[in-house]
């Protein structure tokens, strides 16, 4: 947990920047009830998630095409895109994937409020009140959600400026999710984007009992325990 923790931030110091939030004001505006249900239990759907490489070669590709004049040596008119495009948008793949690493989502959703546990990672609040979305305030920045049709919005903004940006979206039977996260950075010309799937599951009961006694307080146990 440690090491994950000290890869993420020296991620974020490679690609920290300033951005301006991707949420306006429209989209943090709730009229009547939430629009999507997305509470439940998720775990990770492997078979249908991005291929890391696969999206950085798409990424690195749309680098060349929009690079300055610089060129291949041995292959004139191919733009090549500088070590600095490179290197940024390699911290942003790596921090992206460290985002997207959790293999189970518990997402617990009340009138007003979404929270989306990550295992092996802080949770992310959202706070709807008197009909607008509220910012959020933690030791990692602020974050600001909101809602683009039936799709929840996520934008964090961290204390160096760069954001990232989750969008939650439920499938028409409930059983789906599908999570979209995008990393910017004004160090790097295009963001980092990757697609992580989730299915619904039901979460088994707790194998551990537990019993007050008056001499050892708490007493638990895996198996059954006699008082």
Known sequence: MLRKRGLLFLCLSIAACSQQPVIDNEMQRIDGALPADLSGSWERNYARD???NAVLRDTYNRLSRTSPDQRYPASPGVAMPSSRDVASIMALARLTELITRPDVLTISQSE???????????ALLCAFYDGVAKDTRSDYGVEVCGWDGEQLVSNLVLPDGLQVTHRFTISEDGENLRVVTTVSSSTSRVPFTLRRFYTKFVRPPSVIDCIETFSMKRVCDTGGITP
Do not use: G
């Open 112 to 122: 007003y409020e979404i929270s989306i546990e990550r295992e092996d990672d802080f």
């Open 50 to 52: 991005d291929d890391i």
